[in-house]
């Protein structure tokens, strides 16, 4: 089909032709999106697929890997503030306020295996983790900062 596949994300594959037309298909585990600027190319892509696969057309775009798509003419935009607004209400930290003293305590103190007390349950502490690893991942601007 004249794909390339990313060398930054294996799922991602890109098909140019000689013109400005391009083809983006992004798969993940029993999900396939596709973007482009050429209708045409991806009339001919879902047609190609349905003969290999059974597909079924989802309409555009709207929610996918917790983030909010939106479309406009120029552009795409993803959003992901549903998923930190669900994190802050889980760990009953929506209505908190930044507080720089507790900020500049947490970087000067030298915390220690050996002091404060175990949690009990450290699934709900491992799972917060886990959701913020998430969300650094999907936004490199965090991530580097």
Request: charged share 20%.
């Amino acid at each position: 089909m004249g794909y390339v596949q990313c060398h930054s994300n294996h799922t991602c594959f890109i098909h140019r032709n000689s013109t400005v037309q391009c083809i983006i298909l992004l798969v993940y585990v029993d999900y396939i999106i596709l973007t482009r600027n050429d209708s045409v190319g991806i009339a001919q892509v879902k047609r190609d697929m349905s003969q290999a696969f059974d597909i079924k057309d989802l309409s555009p775009l709207k929610y996918f890997l917790d983030s909010d798509v939106a479309h406009s003419r120029q552009r795409i935009l993803l959003s992901q503030m549903k998923y930190i607004l669900n994190l802050l209400q889980d760990t009953r930290m929506l209505g908190c306020k930044p507080n720089m003293l507790l900020l500049l305590w947490i970087l000067t103190s030298s915390l220690h295996q050996e002091s404060g007390e175990l949690l009990k349950d450290p699934s709900t502490y491992q799972h917060l983790v886990g959701r913020l690893i998430y969300f650094t991942n999907t936004r490199p601007d965090l991530t580097c900062g």
